[in-house]
């Protein structure tokens, strides 16, 4: 699935998703730019997710906490002094983690000799060099990149099989072709905290020292009496809160699952002790359900229960997805029993307590967390989307079936000919539709090259102006799906596309 892996990269960046940050620059490392599309679309999975969390439930409430904390927050919950990345406490992890490291240096070595040859060939012919002809033909490059993609493979390969002693024996084949890797030490890594620090002011004592916070939650617990008391929340309830995060990833890699910079999209459910394990269940469910509404396939979820539970933790699950590279963690699903009120309760000296008037007593209530990784979902999402499909007359197109209520633009609308006055009437349509939908006007090429355009950025409906609009008010509408082609009046629009794409 590497080809495919691929493939979604190469789309993201063409149809204006996703760019390497600071691309200009030759980007930075793990860190992305959403681009005019990814940006619509990004927005349209939070707000479906907002709206699920949120809307409709009548006990969960919004949050909009701030990235930088108070120091001590760091330290009550744990990440000042245990926020390593968990990869590598055990010995299994520790071998995975080494051959991530390995085959990171081996393949950037073999990459770096590609490059010196497409360096020298670039000298050597000047204006007529053509790059995509020189680096599929030339022998060394071919080679250079082929025993990148062979090695990669077999070591997903044995991942996914979870086969560590193929693992093994592919550490040591690269320590021998790699030796020079060698030099990065395991000790180095232990001591490495994933927080980003930063300073506050221009202070240069420690007690400034600031971290971007490496989970929106804290921002929550911290909360938790403000909200509970000015919503008078009664518990069961919850907080939802939707944010940015950053970890110094070690190992940063596979596109956006990965990234130093991302968001989540966390809601902590605070419960009565004793009921949590009921709750877990509840939210599971409830998770399960939101994933399947979106009809990415049944069969591309499963859960993963842990075995190994965090030291907060007295359940706790992850819903994996199919990626184009295995199944993958998309969102955790934790019970964190009271560890993080308890501790901001201990280091704060404030109390964060809820008098139950059933129970007639106060306590720390327990704490479900559903937390999915918001670029992690949209590239679930992207994809699944990204098809190439065989026609029915024999050619084949690409499309990206997002479903239609994520999509960033719902509509393009094309006036059969730039003359006659079609254009005048597209752009009236385009005005009646805009205060309803995100749309888009566009008039180059045929229109059978517009349709192939809109289908491969995900556009689920065109409509067309043709001469008989002018006679009839009617115009072609034509889903992106089905590739179903309609005469609908052009008052009809507005609710045809909303049938479709409301939330
Ligand atoms: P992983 O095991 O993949 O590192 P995690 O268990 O550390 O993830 P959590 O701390 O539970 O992740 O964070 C909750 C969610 O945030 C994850 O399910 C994931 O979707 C998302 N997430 C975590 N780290 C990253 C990252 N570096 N880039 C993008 N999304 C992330």
Redesign the pocket.
């Known amino acids: 699935n590497q080809d495919k892996f691929k493939q979604v990269i190469a789309h993201a960046k063409e149809y204006g998703y996703i760019f390497s940050s600071s691309e200009i620059y030759d980007g930075l490392s793990?860190v992305y730019d959403y681009g005019q599309n990814g940006a619509e679309l990004k927005n349209n999975i939070k707000t479906y997710w907002w709206k699920s969390m949120v809307q409709l439930h009548e006990e969960i409430v919004g949050l909009d906490a701030a990235i930088l904390m108070h120091p001590k927050t760091w330290k009550a919950s744990g990440h000042v002094d245990a926020f390593n990345?968990?990869?590598i406490d055990n010995k299994d992890s520790k071998k995975r983690y080494r051959a991530d490291v390995l085959i990171e240096d081996y393949c950037e070595k073999l990459e770096q000799k590609a490059q010196k040859e497409i360096t020298k060939a670039k000298k050597r012919f000047g204006d007529d060099f053509d790059e995509e002809q020189f680096v599929n033909t030339h022998p060394r490059v071919v080679k250079y990149r082929s025993q990148q993609k062979e090695i990669m493979q077999r070591m997903a390969k044995s991942l996914d099989a979870e086969n560590l002693a193929d693992v093994k024996s592919l550490i040591e084949e690269l320590e021998i072709a790699c030796p020079e890797s060698g030099s990065r030490k395991w000790t180095d890594v232990k001591q490495f905290n994933l927080m980003f620090g930063t300073k506050l002011g221009a202070s240069a004592d420690s007690a400034s020292d600031l971290y971007l916070r490496?989970?929106t939650a804290q921002g929550i617990f911290v909360n938790f009496a403000n909200v509970q008391k000015t919503g008078r929340m009664k518990i069961p309830f919850g907080i939802a809160q939707i944010g940015k995060?950053f970890?110094n990833?070690i190992v940063?890699r596979q596109f956006?699952?990965?990234?130093?910079e991302?968001?989540?999209m966390?809601m902590q459910y605070f419960v009565r002790p004793g009921d949590e394990l009921k709750w877990f269940e509840y939210w599971k469910e409830q998770r399960q359900k939101w994933h399947q509404s979106l009809g990415l396939g049944e069969e591309n979820y499963r859960f993963h229960d842990h075995e190994k539970l965090a030291h907060y933790a007295n359940a706790a699950t992850?819903?994996e997805f199919n990626f184009p590279f295995g199944f993958?963690?998309?969102?955790?699903i934790?019970s964190r029993t009271d560890f993080d009120l308890k501790a901001h309760e201990k280091m704060s000296g404030k109390k964060l307590q809820f008098f139950d008037p059933e129970l007639n007593k106060n306590y720390v209530p327990y704490v479900i967390e559903t937390?999915?990784?918001?670029?992690?979902?949209f590239l679930a999402v992207f994809a699944t989307a990204l098809q190439d499909e065989e026609l029915e007359d024999g050619s084949s197109r690409t499309v990206l079936k997002i479903p239609s209520i994520l999509a960033p633009v719902k509509a393009a609308v094309f006036p059969l000919l730039k003359r006659d006055g079609l254009p005048e009437i597209a752009h009236e349509i385009v005005d009646q539709l805009k205060w309803d939908f995100n749309v888009t006007y566009d008039e180059k090429d045929a229109v059978g090259r517009r349709y192939r355009r809109q289908d491969a950025a995900g556009t689920p409906f065109c409509i067309t102006v043709d001469h008989e609009t002018k006679e009839d008010g009617c115009v072609t509408i034509r889903h992106r799906d089905t590739m179903e082609q309609k005469r609908v009046k052009i008052e009809e629009l507005n609710a045809i596309i909303a049938k479709e794409v409301s939330f």
């Open positions: 793990a990345d968990p990869l490496p989970e995060a970890r990833e940063a956006i699952f990965r990234q130093r991302f968001e989540q966390e992850d819903i993958k963690e998309l969102e955790g934790h937390s999915i990784g918001l670029d992690r979902m």
